[in-house]
C-alpha cells in the first residue's frame, strides 16, 4: 500500500495522462473524383399496344403498323381492345385473306350486293371502330355471341366462338 501511495504521488500528472494516451493513428485513402452512379431510363409505353403488335407480327398480318391505332380507336369508341384484332382474325385471318385494295379485314359491309372498300387501313379501323360501338355495344349487343346475332346472323355459332377464341388468345 505504501509502495502504491508512493508511486502514485511520484508521478506527476503529466506523466499519468501521457501513459493512458493512444498514439496518434492516421489513415489516408484516396477520395474518388467521381463517384459510381447507376442510371436507368424508363420508358412509358401502352402495354396494350405492344400485346397487340406482338399478336400480329406472329400471323404476319399487314396490321403491324397499325397496333397503336388499334388501341386508340377502341379506347375512343369504349371497346375491347382486343375485340377489332379477334374479329380481323376471324374474318380475314389479320387480313391475309381479304379482296385487295379493300382494306376491309373485317367483312364490314359485305352482303350480297358487293363488298365495302376503305381507302386505307387507318380509315377501316375508324369506321369499323366506330361501326362497332354506335351499330352493337350501344345497342347493348356486348358479347360476341350478340354481336354475332346482327353482324353475321347466319353463323351457327362457330362466328362468336372463334371471337371468343381469339380474344383470349
Not at 485513402?29 to 405492344?50: E, F, K, M, N
Not at 385473306?97 to 386505307?120: D, M, Q, R, V
Not at 360501338?133 to 346472323?153: A, C, F
Request: charged content about 20%.
Amino acid at each position: 500500500l505504501f509502495f502504491s501511495f508512493h508511486l502514485l504521488f511520484s508521478l506527476s500528472q503529466k506523466q499519468i495522462a501521457n501513459a493512458y494516451e493512444v498514439p496518434e493513428v492516421q489513415i489516408f485513402s484516396a477520395i474518388p473524383s467521381s463517384y459510381p452512379t447507376i442510371s436507368i431510363d424508363l420508358g412509358q409505353a401502352d402495354a396494350r399496344v405492344l400485346l397487340i403488335k406482338n399478336y400480329l407480327q406472329r400471323y404476319n398480318s399487314p396490321l403491324v403498323p397499325y397496333a397503336q391505332k388499334i388501341v386508340s380507336e377502341a379506347d375512343k369508341n369504349h371497346l375491347d381492345f382486343r375485340l377489332l384484332t379477334a374479329i380481323g382474325r376471324q374474318e380475314s385471318n389479320l387480313c391475309r385473306f381479304s379482296l385487295e385494295g379493300t382494306y376491309n379485314c373485317w367483312g364490314w359491309g359485305i352482303h350480297k350486293a358487293g363488298t365495302l372498300g376503305f381507302e386505307s387501313f387507318d380509315q377501316a379501323i375508324e369506321v369499323v371502330s366506330l361501326g362497332l360501338k354506335e351499330k352493337y355495344i350501344d345497342k347493348g349487343l356486348v358479347t360476341p355471341e350478340e354481336i354475332m346475332s346482327k353482324y353475321t346472323p347466319h353463323s351457327n355459332g362457330s362466328w362468336a366462338e372463334g371471337v371468343n377464341s381469339f380474344l383470349n388468345d
